[in-house]
C-alpha cells in the first residue's frame, strides 16, 4: 500500500458528460501528479501540483482541470468525453517537487466512456 | 524531442536466471534516472533511482547502471522469480521536468 488513495475505483460514463477523479496524497507529501495510462500511449504525463500551485503541465487537453486544495488532495475534472478518454487514470504524490524525487502512485482510477 | 526506447515489449526467462532489461533514451541528458514496477491493473512502484555522476546501483537482487555516454541504463534482476514477473518501466530526468516514463518491458519468469 503506497499511502495514496484514489476514488472513485471504476467509473463508467458516457460520451460527452464531466467526471471528477479524486486523490488524497501520502501523509506529509506535497506533490501530487496526474497521469493517463492507455494501452498503446504507456504511462502520460497529464499535471503536477506542488503545495496547491501548478508546478508543470504535460499533455493536458483543455477539456481536463486539475486542482489541488488547501488540504493537499487533488481532483481532476474530465469534461465533454470521448471514446479516446477511456483510460487508468493514476495520481502519484512526492514529498517535495523535483522530479529526482521517487513518486508514490495511487492503484487508479479506470475510466471507460462509452 | 525526447525519446526512450526499452528494449523489448516482453521478455521471457527461466527461473533462477538473470534477466537485463534496456533503457535507451535521445535528445536529452538526464541527470537521474530512475525504474518502476508495474503489475497489471496497478499503479508503478518505484524500485531504485540511479544519478549521472554514479555508475551503478544495487538493491538487494535488482542492479542498474547507467551509462551518460551510451545513453543507456541496464537494469538487472538476478536469481530471478516468477514473482519478479511484472511490466518494468524506466524514466530518464532532468532536475526539472516532470517525469517521463518509457512505455516498458513486460517480463516473465517462467518456473
Known amino acids: 500500500d503506497s499511502g495514496v488513495t484514489q476514488t472513485p475505483k471504476h467509473l463508467i460514463t458516457a460520451t460527452g458528460q464531466r467526471v471528477t477523479l479524486r486523490c488524497s496524497p501520502r501523509?506529509?507529501?506535497?506533490?501530487v501528479y496526474w497521469y493517463q495510462q492507455s494501452l498503446d500511449q504507456g504511462l502520460q504525463f497529464l499535471i503536477q501540483?506542488?503545495?496547491?500551485?501548478?508546478?508543470a503541465k504535460g499533455n493536458i487537453l483543455e477539456r481536463f482541470s486539475a486542482q489541488q486544495f488547501p488540504d493537499l488532495h487533488s481532483e481532476l475534472n474530465l469534461s465533454s468525453l470521448e471514446l479516446g478518454d477511456s483510460a487508468l487514470y493514476f495520481c502519484?504524490?512526492?514529498?517535495?517537487?523535483?522530479?529526482?524525487?521517487?513518486?508514490?502512485f495511487g492503484p487508479g482510477t479506470r475510466l471507460t466512456v462509452l | 524531442s525526447q525519446k526512450i526506447e526499452q528494449n523489448s515489449e516482453a521478455l521471457n526467462i527461466q527461473e533462477g536466471k538473470t534477466a537485463t532489461l534496456t533503457c535507451n533514451y535521445t535528445n536529452y541528458s538526464p541527470a537521474y534516472l530512475q525504474w518502476y514496477r508495474q503489475d497489471p491493473g496497478r499503479g508503478p512502484v518505484f524500485l531504485l533511482l540511479i544519478r549521472e555522476n554514479e555508475k551503478e546501483k544495487r538493491k538487494e537482487r535488482l542492479k542498474v547502471t547507467f551509462d551518460t555516454t551510451l545513453k543507456q541504463s541496464l537494469f538487472h534482476i538476478t536469481a530471478s522469480q516468477p514473482a519478479d514477473s511484472a511490466t518494468y518501466l524506466c524514466?530518464?530526468?532532468?532536475?526539472?521536468?516532470?517525469?517521463?516514463f518509457g512505455k516498458g518491458t513486460r517480463l516473465s519468469v517462467i518456473a
Open positions: 502519484a504524490s512526492s514529498r517535495l517537487a523535483g522530479e529526482h524525487n521517487e513518486q508514490f
Open positions: 524514466a530518464p530526468n532532468s532536475g526539472n521536468t516532470p517525469l517521463v
Open positions: 501523509s506529509g507529501d506535497l506533490s
Open positions: 501540483y506542488y503545495n496547491g500551485e501548478e508546478r
